[in-house]
């Protein structure tokens, strides 16, 4: 049996009121639960305790992080959430950077110690999918990933592997929400059940 963290990175702001970001993460819980695993979900706009949040990185085999794009990344509270809970951490997440002054010849960020652990990106976004695919298109061809490189990185540092990200396109000006869903769910069948 699996645990699964889910972080929920949706806040109102702006044109947004997050629900998409709720439902998803709602879709996600209940689909993982029907499945036979265990799972935490931490709202962050609800406000959340930093020392509970490193147990629930410690507990967890996989850690879902859902939330909207704003201007080319996660939302603020997102990344105010990272700084606050991995800095909690202490030496439970990562061990410096894997440097020492002893050893210096380690590569920067090979001292994570959460090798053990995954983590995956739900993402909801205005753009449509052709704006990251073409290289003729505003993200030059390089893919969702690549916007959230910082934020792999982070997570890398700790020590946690990538699963492939599911992404939302044009939720805004041409949402397909039910086909979302459903490729939703199927992504977590071969990601996170398979």
């Not at 406000?47 to 509970?52: R, S, T």
């Not at 201007?71 to 997440?93: A, L, N």
């Not at 990106?121 to 999918?129: F, K, M």
Request: hydrophobic share 35%.
């Amino acid at each position: 049996m699996k645990n699964i963290f889910i972080i929920n990175g949706s806040k109102a702001f702006g044109g947004s009121d997050g629900k998409l970001n709720d439902h998803l993460t709602m879709i996600a819980r209940e689909h993982l639960i029907s499945k036979g695993m265990n799972v935490r979900v931490t709202r962050i706009d609800d406000g959340y305790d930093n020392e509970q949040e490193v147990l629930n990185y410690l507990w967890a085999d996989l850690i879902i992080y859902q939330m909207p794009a704003w201007w080319m990344e996660g939302p603020w509270i997102v990344k105010k959430y990272i700084d606050d809970v991995f800095t909690q951490s202490d030496d439970r997440f990562h061990i410096n950077d894997g440097r020492t002054r002893h050893d210096v010849s380690k590569k920067y960020g090979s001292g994570g110690v959460l090798t053990d652990k995954k983590y995956m990106l739900s993402v909801t976004w205005n753009a449509p999918a052709e704006a990251f695919e073409d290289e003729a298109q505003f993200f030059e061809g390089r893919g969702i990933d690549s916007v959230y490189f910082p934020f792999h990185k982070a997570n890398q540092f700790t020590g946690m592997s990538p699963l492939p990200t599911f992404a939302c396109f044009d939720v805004v000006k041409n949402p397909q929400i039910e086909t979302d869903i459903s490729d939703y769910l199927t992504h977590l069948d071969v990601t996170v059940s398979g």
